[in-house]
């Protein structure tokens, strides 16, 4: 069966992974979360002490980071590992997401993120979510989709996912981080977050989830 490279890029908490997520179940492709590689980097540089504005270190500390996604078969959830260890839970908290956009905006992290993620997704079948999939990373994507949501619905939903996580977190603070990132995201040197040319706008603001899937699934197939 002919399978399609599918790019979901959008702003901070719009809904793209667990979209894409189910869109790849859905289809039988594999799922790439590029904001949990952003996310393991981050963390590393945290743990590591890591100066942002020290190439060297940048660099050393890029040589020494190994992130894969393993599946785990209890929950069917993909959890990122990083030097082998489940760091799935640690990057989802609000003080990695408070620096994790002026990491990403670090040229050196992003052509290393992307050599990985291209190598990840050489292969079609493959849903990969982020902010520079549709213009940089596989710029020649059979199907590409830009996810926007009014800020305040993306703030609540954060909410909620950070709660189901046990991280209870005030909305404000939720707000600020997502103005913060999308912020930094756009206006970024390196390849900052737009929408590619030829991308789908896709509101998710009313939508239900089963919602969303259908959309981007019904896309696919014409995309075919
Ligand atoms: O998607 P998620 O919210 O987990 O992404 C976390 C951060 O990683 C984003 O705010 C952005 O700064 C960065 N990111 C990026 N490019 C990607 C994916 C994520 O710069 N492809």
Redesign the pocket.
Known sequence: MQKITIAV?GY??CG??TTAKKVAKKLGYSYI???????SV?LYFHEHHVTLTNDKEIEKALENIHIEFRHNPNDGRNETFLNGLNVEDE??KLYI?NQ??E???IAAV?HA?VAQ?RRMGKKKGVVM?????GTV?FPDAELKIFMTADPIIRANRRQIELAERGDLVDLEDIIENIKK??L??TT?KE?P?RKADDAIEVDTSFMTLDGQVEVVCGLAEEAL
């Open positions: 890029d901070s908490s793209k992974s979360d590029t904001g949990a590689m952003y996310r981050t990057i989802r997401a994790v956009s990491v990403s905006a992003r993120m993620q979510d982020g902010r520079d999939i990373v990132r999308d930094i995201d970024r390849s977050l």
